[in-house]
């Protein structure tokens, strides 16, 4: 059996094809940049993009099951071309958010959701909450100068580890009884902005400061159209932080990983000790 990744250098990526080369999978690993995709030998790496469908024909042939990285322009296409080259099962790295969403919303989760359903193929979708690696955004920050500027320290979310999403998405890809399955991940604690920040501090063994911003500080501290930041993106993310500030979470906690795997999720602690190198 061959199992086609996408987005095979992604952060969930890279364990999908881990877990899958553990488990004595042939894999097959998409890159729009094989050159510099670093990944192990094991895997076959193929060349292709998601945003232009007519460039996974070649990685797409022989392949039986796929793990979908979401691009929700291009999945329509993407899940037929896959159904007409044999693929049976598809595995979707979505979003808690997807929730949230309405079934015929352009550019989110369920747009992916929703083509993949619709196929006809197996499905599961993993809806993984706020990944644990969003931190690594704030790398350069705890790095240089051990500190992390950021609205709504009281903000609560429950990190997820990268591992965590991988090693579900691995097992619904190779196991049985995984179709039709929503998957609702989250992290095994629910944490504030600020406890997060002080436990990354831990990992590392020095202090990181936590400068809680004003929204109007974020927005003139984030603007930077170049790189994509504009007011839109600015509304969203004050909107998406905002959201679970002084309450429980915008996510609930979710027993699905302890179902499957026997084990609590990853905790943050251990997610920052993965990471340490990352921040020091
Ligand atoms: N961040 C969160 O809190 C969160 C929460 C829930 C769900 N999610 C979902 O998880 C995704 C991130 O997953 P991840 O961390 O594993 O991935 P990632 O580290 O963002 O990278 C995914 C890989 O996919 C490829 N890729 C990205 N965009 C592409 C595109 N438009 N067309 C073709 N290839 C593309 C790139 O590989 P190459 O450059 O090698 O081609 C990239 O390395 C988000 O995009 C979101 O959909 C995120």
């Known amino acids: 059996m061959t199992v ?3 987005g095979a250098t992604g952060r969930v990526g890279r364990g999908v094809v881990a877990e899958l080369l553990r ?27 998601l945003e232009n469908p007519e460039s996974l024909a070649e990685a797409l042939k022989g392949v039986e099951r796929m793990y979908l990285f979401p691009v929700a322009e291009t999945a329509r296409e993407v899940v ?14 979505s979003g808690a958010l997807a929730e949230e969403e309405a079934d015929d919303e352009e550019g989110g989760y369920r747009a992916v959701e929703v083509a993949v359903q619709e196929s006809g193929l197996e499905w599961t979708l993993a809806r993984p909450s706020e990944f644990a690696a969003n931190w690594l955004d704030y790398a350069a920050d705890i790095r240089d100068k051990r500190e992390v500027r950021r609205p709504f320290g009281e903000a609560v979310t429950r990190p997820t580890h990268e591992a965590d999403i991988a090693l579900v998405a691995a097992r619904a890809l190779v ?12 992290g095994p604690e629910a944490l504030t902005v600020a406890e997060q920040v002080r436990l990354i501090g831990e990992a590392i063994g020095e202090e990181v400061r936590f400068v809680e911003l ?4 974020a927005r003139a501290e984030w603007y930077d159209p170049e790189q994509g930041v504009d007011h839109e993106v600015i509304d969203w993310l004050l909107d998406l ?6 309450g429980s979470g915008r996510v609930p ?8 795997t026997g084990r609590p999720p990853t905790s943050f602690a251990r997610w920052a000790a993965d990471h340490a190198h990352d921040f020091r």
Not at 38 to 43: I, R
């Open 214 to 217: 004003t929204p109007e500080q």
């Open 80 to 93: 037929a071309m896959a159904r007409r080259a044999g693929v049976r099962r598809i595995v979707v790295l």
């Open 23 to 49: 488990a004595g999978v042939r894999v097959r690993a998409l890159t729009r940049r094989p050159e510099s995709a670093g990944l192990p030998e094991g895997a076959e790496v193929v060349r292709g993009d």
């Open 4 to 6: 086609l990744v996408t």
């Open 241 to 246: 932080y905002g959201t679970s500030a002084g």
């Open 253 to 260: 906690g979710s027993d699905t990983f302890e179902r499957l």
């Open 175 to 186: 196991e049985e009884g995984h179709a039709g399955q929503i998957y609702v991940l989250a």
